[in-house]
């Protein structure tokens, strides 16, 4: 009877243990049911955000898709992708309202795209195409449209080049219609301004629309420390106010010149003889960090080449330009900054013999060297994020000659402003000039300039 009772409570035991296992298992297998309906669930959210944003991963020597976001009116606008290509078109927009003691405001606002006239002045439109050719390549190209006073619109390709991307040892190529890489303020369009208009001594010595050519240019950024970028340009002269320095830009189209503003003779054509016709334009710049919060720039440049006065006349340009700036290191989005920026040029001129007429007589103007010499400088406090408060002074000379050129004569200015970024992709800015030009006495002037932009422009040099 014992052995019956040990066989019964064994056998009870079994199955209670029996029925626990069968308890567990039911429930891992209900906990598994759980995990793949969590799984599937994940598996169809991935799939709906892989949909979403186009994410693919690529092949062997293809690229990946680049996820979608948001558009926002400062992003490139890509209108044609093909793999690595790609193109980006923008445009940007200026235009100020304003008044001058002067009626004749060419008279003392030179550049191409500086105010025109009292009242409006579409100062420029520009549509820029920039992008990727292929792994070796990069372009740009840009139109300006400026509505001339009288309601003539000037149509004008300001850049079209096409740039290396890949080349060993640091070096870089540069080929097409583009703006020399002399000083600083030489590469910037009129939008990128710090001031409604361009200084004196760059209008002056370089021209209404700044020393832009056809041509090719060189650089090479040298394996130091610190930045160090060599280039050289080499460039025709036959398009560019390098010839003969004619200041006064506006409705140059409309206008005849019989002679030269700058030297007084009768143009003489150069056509391209060998690299005496050619124009160029060496630099050197280099960049150090004097601490976290600031950094210089020290520029040197030069341009060499021929003018108009002569068959065998030349002009050499000289610069030096300078760079400061601070910006604390907890700053947001580029703000509080402090800068301050600095260039100087002169320019040796070799005037040849020439005619000049003068009440239906002619005159002879005897060779001679004519010298012209300037600057400006010009502090920038970013004071608020979207505030900037500028100010920029401003000097040029000539030495005396023969022909008295109203190119030619001391100027100069002083121009406080304060510019208000509502975003990005807009700009408002208020100026005043103070002008005192020798043997016209002083000016005045009040411009408010708006801009807007849509999509991004390629990033210009710090």
């Given at each position: 009877m014992k052995y019956i009772r040990i066989v019964v409570l064994a056998a009870a035991l079994l199955a209670v243990r029996s029925a626990r296992a069968d308890e567990t298992l039911g429930a891992l297998k209900q906990q598994l049911q759980l995990l793949q309906q969590q799984i599937q669930q994940l598996q169809q959210k991935v799939a709906e955000l892989e949909s979403a944003q186009t994410v693919s991963t690529p092949a062997a020597g293809t690229a990946a898709t680049t996820p979608a976001k948001a558009w926002?009116?400062?992003?490139?606008?890509?209108?044609?992708?093909?793999?690595?290509?790609?193109?980006?078109?923008?445009?940007?927009?200026?235009?100020?309202?304003?008044?001058?003691?002067?009626?004749?405001?060419?008279?003392?606002?030179?550049?191409?795209?500086?105010?025109?006239?009292?009242?409006?002045?579409?100062?420029?439109?520009?549509?820029?195409?920039?992008?990727?050719?292929?792994?070796?390549?990069?372009?740009?190209a840009t139109v300006a449209l400026v509505l001339e006073p009288g309601g003539t619109t000037a149509t004008e390709l300001e850049e079209a080049w096409l740039q290396t991307t890949s080349l060993p040892w640091n070096l870089q190529v540069k080929a097409g219609q583009m703006y020399a890489n002399f000083g600083r303020h030489n590469l910037l369009h009129n939008h990128s301004w710090n001031f409604v208009d361009q200084p004196i001594v760059i209008t002056r010595l370089l021209g209404g629309d700044g020393l832009r050519n056809p041509g090719a240019q060189f650089s090479w950024l040298a394996p130091l420390p610190f930045f160090t970028e060599l280039s050289l340009g080499v460039f025709n002269s036959d398009q560019s106010s390098f010839l003969g320095g004619h200041e006064h830009a506006h409705g140059h189209e409309e206008e005849e010149h019989h002679h030269s503003d700058l030297h007084g003779g009768e143009p003489?054509?150069?056509?391209?003889?060998?690299?005496?016709?050619?124009?160029?334009?060496?630099?050197?710049?280099?960049?150090?960090?004097?601490?976290?919060?600031?950094?210089?720039?020290?520029?040197a440049s030069a341009a060499v080449g021929p003018n108009n006065s002569g068959p065998n006349a030349g002009t050499q340009i000289i610069g030096a330009d300078?760079?400061?700036?601070?910006?604390?290191?907890?700053?947001?989005?580029?703000?509080?900054?402090?800068?301050?920026?600095?260039?100087?040029?002169?320019?040796?001129?070799?005037?040849?013999?020439?005619?000049?007429?003068?009440?239906?007589?002619?005159?002879?103007?005897?060779?001679?060297?004519?010298?012209?010499?300037?600057?400006?400088?010009?502090?920038?406090?970013?004071?608020?994020?979207?505030?900037?408060a500028g100010l920029r002074g401003e000097y040029v000379t000539g030495n005396d000659a023969t022909f008295e050129s109203d190119l030619r004569i001391d100027r100069t200015r002083v121009s406080p402003n304060l510019t208000f970024y509502p975003t990005e992709f807009s700009k408002i800015r208020l100026q005043y000039n103070y002008d005192h030009i020798q043997q016209w006495g002083d000016e005045h002037s009040v411009w408010l300039q708006f801009e807007f932009l849509l999509g991004a422009h390629a990033a210009h040099k710090f």
């Amino acid at each position: 009877m014992k052995y019956i009772r040990i066989v019964v409570l064994a056998a009870a035991l079994l199955a209670v243990r029996s029925a626990r296992a069968d308890e567990t298992l039911g429930a891992l297998k209900q906990q598994l049911q759980l995990l793949q309906q969590q799984i599937q669930q994940l598996q169809q959210k991935v799939a709906e955000l892989e949909s979403a944003q186009t994410v693919s991963t690529p092949a062997a020597g293809t690229a990946a898709t680049t996820p979608a976001k948001a558009w926002s009116p400062s992003d490139p606008i890509t209108v044609g992708k093909a793999g690595a290509a790609y193109m980006n078109v923008s445009l940007v927009a200026d235009t100020v309202f304003g008044w001058s003691t002067t009626p004749d405001v060419q008279r003392i606002q030179g550049a191409h795209h500086d105010p025109s006239q009292r009242g409006f002045t579409l100062q420029g439109v520009e549509l820029a195409l920039d992008g990727a050719v292929d792994p070796y390549f990069k372009g740009l190209a840009t139109v300006a449209l400026v509505l001339e006073p009288g309601g003539t619109t000037a149509t004008e390709l300001e850049e079209a080049w096409l740039q290396t991307t890949s080349l060993p040892w640091n070096l870089q190529v540069k080929a097409g219609q583009m703006y020399a890489n002399f000083g600083r303020h030489n590469l910037l369009h009129n939008h990128s301004w710090n001031f409604v208009d361009q200084p004196i001594v760059i209008t002056r010595l370089l021209g209404g629309d700044g020393l832009r050519n056809p041509g090719a240019q060189f650089s090479w950024l040298a394996p130091l420390p610190f930045f160090t970028e060599l280039s050289l340009g080499v460039f025709n002269s036959d398009q560019s106010s390098f010839l003969g320095g004619h200041e006064h830009a506006h409705g140059h189209e409309e206008e005849e010149h019989h002679h030269s503003d700058l030297h007084g003779g009768e143009p003489v054509g150069r056509t391209l003889r060998g690299p005496q016709d050619l124009l160029f334009v060496p630099r050197l710049a280099m960049s150090f960090d004097l601490s976290d919060t600031q950094t210089i720039l020290l520029g040197a440049s030069a341009a060499v080449g021929p003018n108009n006065s002569g068959p065998n006349a030349g002009t050499q340009i000289i610069g030096a330009d300078f760079y400061w700036k601070w910006r604390p290191v907890n700053a947001q989005k580029g703000f509080p900054f402090v800068s301050w920026q600095t260039e100087f040029l002169f320019r040796r001129y070799e005037a040849a013999e020439r005619v000049h007429p003068h009440d239906d007589e002619e005159h002879i103007l005897p060779s001679e060297t004519l010298q012209d010499w300037g600057l400006y400088s010009q502090l920038l406090w970013g004071f608020k994020r979207g505030w900037v408060a500028g100010l920029r002074g401003e000097y040029v000379t000539g030495n005396d000659a023969t022909f008295e050129s109203d190119l030619r004569i001391d100027r100069t200015r002083v121009s406080p402003n304060l510019t208000f970024y509502p975003t990005e992709f807009s700009k408002i800015r208020l100026q005043y000039n103070y002008d005192h030009i020798q043997q016209w006495g002083d000016e005045h002037s009040v411009w408010l300039q708006f801009e807007f932009l849509l999509g991004a422009h390629a990033a210009h040099k710090f």
